[in-house]
């Protein structure tokens, strides 16, 4: 009888062993694993995102100099033109027009003030 009990025990025992090793492998396991490709698919698409707002926030910089650059550039114009109108009074009185070397100092001036090297 006593041997019978410890025959069912141990064969108990080793059930409950063979289960918790299959839930192990079958369901814990993989659950893990999942979690860290999920994990790492996050963090990859967060350096994406950090990586395109690097870059929308620098091509938004450089359109503002080049803006900026224009702008000055146009007044800069202007104003040589009050002072020298025999030198440059026809090409001011053109609309938007400017003095490429003017507008390629505001620029990079611009650009230094943005922190950008071109």
Known sequence: ????????LFA???LVITLS???Y???FLPGIKNQERADAISK??????AIQDEETK???????????AATQAIELL???AKINPSLYGTVAK???MYLRPDYDSYYQQCLEKMGITP
Do not use: D, H, P, R
């Not at 620098?58 to 900026?68: D, G, V």
């Open 1 to 8: 009888m006593k041997n019978k009990t410890l025959q069912i």
């Open 44 to 49: 990859e698409q967060a350096a994406q995102e």
């Open 21 to 23: 090793i299959a839930y």
């Open 25 to 27: 492998f079958v369901i």
């Open 78 to 80: 202007k104003t040589k």
């Open 12 to 14: 108990s025992c080793l």
């Open 58 to 68: 620098k091509y938004n910089q450089i359109t503002y100099c080049q803006n900026t």
């Open 94 to 96: 053109e609309e938007g």
